[in-house]
T-cell receptor, first 115, second 114 residues
Framework: AQKITQTQPGMFVQEKEAVTLDCTYDTSDPSYGLFWYKQPSSGEMIFLIYQGSYDQQNATEGRYSLNFQKARKSANLVISASQLGDSAMYFCAMREWDTGNQFYFGTGTSLTVIP | NAGVTQTPKFQVLKTGQSMTLQCAQDMNHEYMSWYRQDPGMGLRLIHYSVGAGITDQGEVPNGYNVSRSTTEDFPLRLLSAAPSQTSVYFC?????????????FGPGTRLTVL
């Protein structure tokens, strides 16, 4: 079974609007972390936001927030007030602390911001 | 503080050739890993290491070897290149077994095998 599932291969959003990128995960490890990375067309991987499995509140970093629903095993990324520079691939990832410490990545969502 | 560095940035090989992709980090991270990125498939783990002298296989290890003689360096060797190994390769590092530990990525190596 896939550890990380991103079901939206491509998304479009109007500039200044908010957008939600979906991510679901699968783990039986009670201790894990969830990450979102951005990959612009230049190719580098940029860390955006982190949520720990024991964190009580949703993580926020500037215009990025993570909608963490533990019972549903979802960790959606919300980008508020989209900007043209937000056009990129977005990857959701998970790290299980107790079983190997490997990172697992989803297949990514390509976001295009329309002026 | 250079972070994670990878060389070369681009490489073209002929089928059957061997080569080593270099990766180094200066953050004293125990955990290092290699991924390949192919269109529509995200990042797939090739090999990883949790410290000098310790390596393990990831999801797609066939055709690749690694070693970790120092904390800083984690080279990836292609034994006999095949066209299926055409991909973008990322090296990454992070602390190991810390409460919060994102991975830091190198800039990537774009490899073409003819």
């Amino acid at each position: 079974a896939q550890k990380i599932t991103q079901t939206q291969p491509g998304m479009f959003v109007q500039e200044k609007e908010a957008v939600t990128l979906d991510c679901t995960y699968d783990t039986s490890d009670p201790s894990y972390g969830l990450f979102w990375y951005k990959q612009p067309s230049s190719g580098e991987m940029i860390f955006l936001i982190y949520q720990g499995s024991y964190d009580q509140q949703n993580a926020t970093e500037g215009r990025y927030s993570l909608n963490f629903q533990k019972a549903r095993k979802s960790a959606n990324l919300v980008i508020s007030a989209s900007q043209l520079g937000d056009s990129a691939m977005y990857f959701c990832a998970m790290r299980e602390w107790d079983t190997g410490n490997q990172f697992y990545f989803g297949t990514g969502t390509s976001l295009t911001v329309i002026p | 503080n250079a972070g994670v560095t990878q060389t070369p940035k681009f490489q073209v090989l002929k089928t059957g050739q061997s080569m080593t992709l270099q990766c180094a980090q200066d953050m004293n991270h125990e955990y290092m890993s290699w991924y390949r990125q192919d269109p529509g498939m995200g990042l797939r783990l090739i090999h990883y290491s949790v410290g000098a002298g310790i390596t393990d296989q990831g999801e797609v290890p066939n055709g690749y070897n690694v070693s970790r003689s120092t904390t800083e360096d984690f080279p990836l060797r292609l034994l006999s290149a095949a066209p299926s190994q055409t991909s973008v390769y990322f090296c990454a590092s992070s602390p190991y077994r810390a409460t919060y530990n994102e991975q830091f990525f190198g800039p990537g190596t774009r490899l073409t095998v003819l």
